[in-house]
C-alpha cells in the first residue's frame, strides 16, 4: 500500500472518529463543552504551557469554569517527566467564585510497539475552596499515531481522582478522542469524556476541543494529548 493511502486511511479514520465523538454528544443527557487553547514555548529543555480553559453547560447558566495558568514539564531519566504549576479558576456560579491551584506531577511514559503509554500521577491543593482539599489524580493515557507521517493520532485514558480530606476515590474521567496537526506549530485534539462522580449522580457527558498553538519546539518529553 502507498504511503499517500495510508495517510489518507488515516485521516479518514480520525474524521469518522471525530462525528462518532458529535454523535455521542447528541445523545447526552447532560452534555458539557470543554474548551481549551494551550500556548506552549520552550526554554532549554523545560517545556512551558500557557493553559486558557472554558466549560459551559448546555442546561445552565454559563460560564460554568474559566480558568488559566502557567505549567512546566522537566524531562527527567528513564522516561520520567516532572510538571510543576499554578492555575486560578474562576467558578463564575459559585460564591466565592475564585480557586487557586497549586499543582505537581510525575509522569512515566513507555511505548508497546507504535502506542505510547503515559502513567501520570499529579497532587493539587484547591485553595478556596470548602477545606482547601488536596487532590491525587492518576492518569493512565494510551496515545496511537496514525497514517506514514503521523499527524494524526487518537488516544484513550481513564483518571481516577482521590480527595484527602474526605479520604475516598470521589471521581473517575474516561475519555477518547483523536487529533492533528494543522500547521508546523498548530495541533487541534478533539475527544468524548464522560465524568462519574461518587455518590450515585448521573454521570456528566462532555465534548471536548483542546487547540495546541506552539511558539517553539517541544523539548523531548512525553507527548501529552
Keep these: 500500500m502507498s504511503v499517500g493511502a495510508t495517510h489518507e486511511r488515516g485521516r479518514a479514520a480520525s474524521g469518522l472518529w471525530c462525528l462518532s465523538l458529535l454523535a455521542a454528544a447528541a445523545r447526552a443527557q447532560t452534555a458539557q463543552?470543554?474548551?481549551?487553547v494551550d500556548v506552549a514555548a520552550s526554554w532549554r529543555i523545560v517545556a512551558f504551557t500557557l493553559p486558557l480553559v472554558a466549560r459551559m453547560d448546555s442546561r445552565l447558566p454559563n460560564?460554568?469554569?474559566?480558568a488559566a495558568g502557567l505549567t512546566a514539564d522537566l524531562p527527567l531519566p528513564w522516561e520520567l517527566t516532572l510538571t510543576g504549576g499554578y492555575l486560578f479558576v474562576d467558578l463564575p456560579q459559585r460564591t466565592p467564585s475564585?480557586?487557586?491551584?497549586?499543582?505537581?506531577a510525575l509522569s512515566k511514559s513507555f511505548r508497546i510497539g507504535r502506542v505510547t503509554v503515559a502513567?501520570?500521577?499529579?497532587f493539587e491543593k484547591l485553595i478556596g475552596l470548602s477545606t482547601s482539599p488536596v487532590r491525587y489524580r492518576?492518569?493512565?493515557?494510551?496515545?496511537?499515531?496514525?497514517?506514514a507521517t503521523g499527524r494524526w493520532h487518537a488516544f484513550i485514558d481513564d483518571e481516577v481522582f482521590y480527595d484527602f480530606s474526605a479520604s475516598h476515590w470521589t471521581q473517575n474521567r474516561?475519555?477518547?478522542?483523536?487529533?492533528a496537526g494543522l500547521?508546523?506549530?498548530?495541533?487541534?485534539?478533539?475527544?468524548?469524556?464522560?465524568?462519574?462522580?461518587?455518590?450515585?449522580?448521573p454521570p456528566t457527558r462532555v465534548v471536548g476541543a483542546t487547540l495546541k498553538i506552539l511558539l517553539t519546539e517541544r523539548p523531548g518529553a512525553a507527548r501529552d494529548h
Design 63 to 66: 460560564p460554568q469554569l474559566l
Design 183 to 201: 500547521r508546523t506549530h498548530l495541533a487541534l485534539d478533539l475527544y468524548f469524556l464522560q465524568r462519574n462522580l461518587r455518590g450515585g449522580a
Design 174 to 179: 474516561f475519555q477518547v478522542g483523536g487529533g
Design 33 to 36: 463543552s470543554w474548551n481549551e
Design 138 to 147: 492518576n492518569r493512565l493515557l494510551a496515545n496511537l499515531p496514525l497514517g
Design 119 to 122: 502513567d501520570r500521577n499529579r
Design 98 to 104: 475564585d480557586v487557586r491551584v497549586p499543582l505537581a
